[in-house]
């Protein structure tokens, strides 16, 4: 019997707390609004003889750490390194959601991407599909409605998978611009150089260029405190295929 | 659909009922990221949905999601019209 | 050569270039538009029900109107199917108390300990419970279904210029909606606001959305004493204006606390901000009912035995021990009382309150308790009973009205003052979280009293 940390992540309002509570069968907060769940709530769940540890993050619009909810939910994904990342997606607003998928496949491939609330698209007459979408982002891709339960199994099932290594994702690398590509590529090397490869260099190396300040105060305190030992493996860093 | 703009004006300017492309951000900061995330990124359709009762904030359709903003905000968004399509 | 972390950074800022933030976005977009252009179908004609339903319920005309009509709706029904459930739930306990009472002679046990026991700790806690469940069972699954159908937003939108003009963020109307449930659980959710002058803000008028543990107060007090001249079939319509007026009350003077406050200790400019308006989504009608209805009265019964219970208990004790002549409670509202009068309350009226701090759930079991000669309550298991108890304690509509202003206006209970200490980690502040409503309550029924009694209206 194994245990493995599973974090939520999402746009807000996506129900993330929803598919938590189905999941673990817990109690927390849902409605239709943004911005519910302000703490930090965990719970737990077996499947298969594994045990899981369910993390319901806030839901952001992004993880650039424009706001404290973000930062919470980058640290979250890049420090504590869980197991897997579930990024739910609502299927009403593929476009912007989806977005914040790209973002996680950034930062970790350890990602199942669920495109919930399918009973409201297929209401509104929405058709999706979800397996050129998983070919297309190379990581898993469910169709859920969470609170009708719709979903869940497949998702327990892949979960296992993912965890136990049956699957192992390929997950897109966006191309920037060539200028950005060069200087990415210019930086990596040092990047790795500096603190191995257990972190995802070619995100770092965005954030650098992006000058978030908050994330590169974060990485020199946690350098300083000798926290990013070297550690290979893991995060192979992602080269344009 | 390039060449018929009028001249850019500011997003809160827009009728209630247009559409509308992004043509700038005139805002810096925190906003002007948020705002990105969201969808209002130069080149963006915009539907302009409606007003509050009390007329501020103003309703906007982007990226199929509906955001209300501001004057403050959407007056340092600039826009142009799109034709009837 | 890049060996240290601060020379990585040096060495980026050397490669950095301004707004590469927007190609990064921007890039991103086009990856999941390209994505979504391949493997989703959208339908032809787009008919946006919640745009529909959004020109109509955030609408210039109706926008108001409508809201004000739905918080009349929902505290009508809460009104007007408590009362059943409420004289039900009393009349059984009433049944269950003459069992104890029996049990106890059978046993021959001593009458201080069934005093203790079955006048003070049941009769606190049963009281709490059929009149505080009904309403809460009633009011929350409603409560619940408009938030799963997506109408809280719109309260924010339709109400954000308000927030605005005093200073205050516009996410404020979603805490404050919470609020209703619970004062500190409305406290925690003030997280969704980022700026910490606004977020103060937030803390610190919270209180003045009536919670939980008042609403019973508050609309048990109108009904006895605002709508008992008018005819049977309007009574409930008469103590839901007045319970409405209430609350709107409270949000006037939340907003004018919050704009005194941003012009003087909390001064600033309301900072920016986004409000995603979501779709409109038919809620699971009767799961959202069972939840909220399972989960309320869980909560409810809790505080009934964590709080109402011991203080049952001790306003029996405080009743029952004599020093001189009087009960220590008499002592103490002698004490209290030419104070309780300058508010137009009395002195048994500010006890409860002290007493009830723990849970405002409490304060009207205490004033019961307090007003009887035993020192215990009476089984009060029907209304007019009740008013009797007050109209001979010198109640008139003064009294009642002063008690639900001085109810919405006083301190947070304890609960909430603890979460708002966790909160802001600041003693100053949680202390003014206690005092600035307090003084509003003093001086608001203080003024009250005094131009109604001017007036010659009592
Ligand atoms: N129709 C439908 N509604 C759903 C589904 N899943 C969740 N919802 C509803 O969507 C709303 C939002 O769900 P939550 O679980 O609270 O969303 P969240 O992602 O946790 O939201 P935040 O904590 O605010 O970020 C709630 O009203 C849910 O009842 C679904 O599969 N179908
Ligand atoms: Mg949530």
Redesign the interface.
């Known amino acids: 019997m194994r245990h493995y940390r599973i974090a939520l992540a999402g746009n807000p309002n996506t129900g993330k707390s929803t598919l938590f509570n189905e999941l673990t069968g817990l109690r927390q907060h849902t409605g239709n609004w943004p911005g519910k769940t302000v703490l930090h709530a965990e719970g737990s769940f077996s499947y298969q003889g594994n045990s899981y540890t369910l993390i319901d993050l806030p839901g952001t619009y992004s993880l650039f750490s424009n706001s404290a909810d973000e930062e919470v939910a980058r640290d979250y994904i890049i420090f504590e390194k869980p197991d897997a990342t579930i990024v739910v997606l609502d299927a009403t607003s593929l476009e912007r959601n989806m977005n914040l998928a790209l973002q996680v496949l950034e930062m970790t491939e350890q990602v199942i991407i669920c495109i919930n609330l399918m009973d409201e698209a297929r209401k509104i007459g929405i058709q999706i599909d979800e397996k050129k979408i998983a070919s297309r982002l190379g990581v898993p891709v469910i169709k859920m409605a969470a609170r009708n339960g719709e979903g869940i199994d497949l998702l327990l099932k892949t979960l296992h998978q993912l965890v136990t290594g049956k699957i192992s994702p390929q997950p897109l690398t966006i191309q920037y611009s060539k200028e950005i590509e060069e200087k990415i590529d210019e930086l990596i090397p040092h990047i790795q150089n500096l603190i191995g490869n257990s972190y995802p260099t070619r995100w770092i190396a965005l954030r650098l260029l992006d000058g978030d300040e908050s994330f590169v105060q974060l990485l020199k305190e946690k350098y300083s405190k000798g926290k990013l030992q070297f550690n290979p493996i893991r995060f192979p860093s992602k080269h344009a295929n | 659909m390039v060449a018929d703009s009028k001249g850019a004006f500011p997003l809160c300017d827009a009728q209630i009922g247009d559409s509308v492309r992004i043509t700038q951000?005139c805002i810096e900061g925190?906003?002007r990221?948020?705002?990105?995330?969201?969808?209002f990124?130069?080149?963006?359709i915009i539907k302009v949905?409606?007003?509050?009762?009390?007329?501020?904030?103003m309703?906007f359709?982007v990226?199929?999601?509906?955001?209300?903003?501001?004057k403050?905000?959407s007056s340092q968004i600039l826009v142009e019209k799109l034709g009837d399509e | 050569m890049v060996d240290s972390i601060e020379k990585l950074i040096q060495y980026s800022q050397s490669l950095r270039k301004p707004n590469i933030r927007d190609e990064i976005v921007t890039q991103i977009y086009q990856t999941t538009r390209s994505i979504c252009q391949d493997s989703v179908i959208y339908p032809k004609t787009e008919t946006n029900r919640s745009e529909k339903l959004d020109q109509i319920l955030t609408s210039p005309i109706w926008g108001f109107p409508i809201m004000f009509a739905m918080l009349g709706v929902v505290i009508y029904l809460t009104i007007w199917g408590a009362n059943v459930p409420s004289e039900a739930l009393a009349n059984l306990f009433g049944i269950g108390e003459n069992y104890l009472t029996a049990a106890f002679q059978a046993l021959g046990a001593p009458s201080w300990l069934h005093g203790l026991l079955v006048l003070g700790l049941y009769r606190g806690t049963s009281w709490v419970v059929s009149v505080m469940l009904p309403p809460m069972a009633i009011f929350f699954p409603m409560f619940a279904l408009l938030e799963n159908f997506g109408y809280l937003p719109r309260v924010a939108f339709n109400m954000d210029r308000l927030f605005k003009s005093s200073g205050a963020h516009g996410k404020q109307a979603l805490t404050m909606a919470m609020g209703f449930g619970c004062n500190a659980a409305a406290i925690i959710s003030t997280r969704i606001i980022e700026s910490p002058r606004e977020r103060m803000l937030a803390i610190l008028t919270n209180n003045f959305v009536p919670c939980n543990g008042r609403w019973p107060t508050l609309i048990l007090l109108a009904s006895l004493f605002m709508a008992a001249g008018f005819a049977t079939g309007v009574q409930s319509i008469v103590t839901t204006l007045v319970v409405m007026g209430i609350v709107l009350l409270g949000i006037m003077v939340t907003l004018l606390v919050s704009w005194i406050l941003s012009k003087t200790a909390l001064k600033g400019i309301p900072t920016r901000y986004t409000l995603e308006l979501p779709p409109y989504r038919q809620p699971k009608f009767l799961n959202t009912i069972f939840r909220a209805t399972v989960d309320k009265s869980l909560f409810v019964l809790k505080r009934a035995i964590i709080v109402a219970a011991p203080a049952g208990l001790i306003t029996w004790i405080l009743a029952n021990i004599m020093i001189g002549e009087q009960s220590i409670l008499q002592h103490i509202t002698l004490f209290l009382d030419p104070f309780g009068k300058a508010l137009g309350l009395d002195g048994f009226i500010l006890m409860a309150f002290i007493l009830g701090l723990p849970a405002n759930e409490i304060v009207m079991p205490i004033l019961l308790m307090g007003y009887l000669a035993t020192g215990a309550m009476t089984e009060v298991d029907n209304m007019v009973e009740l008013k009797k108890i007050f109209v001979d304690h010198g109640w008139t509509w003064l009294t009642a009205l002063n008690m639900m202003l001085f109810s919405l206006l006083h301190y947070p209970c304890g609960t909430t003052i603890f979460t708002i200490y966790k909160e802001t980690k600041s003693v100053k502040w949680t202390i003014l979280s206690a005092v600035i409503p307090t003084a509003i309550a003093i001086t608001v029924t203080f003024i009250t009293a005094h131009v109604v009694r001017g007036l010659g209206l009592v």
């Open positions: 951000l925190a906003m990221l948020r705002l990105l995330d969201l969808g990124i130069p080149g963006a949905l409606q007003k509050s009762p009390l007329g501020d904030p309703a359709r990226s199929q999601t509906t955001i209300a903003l501001r403050e905000e």
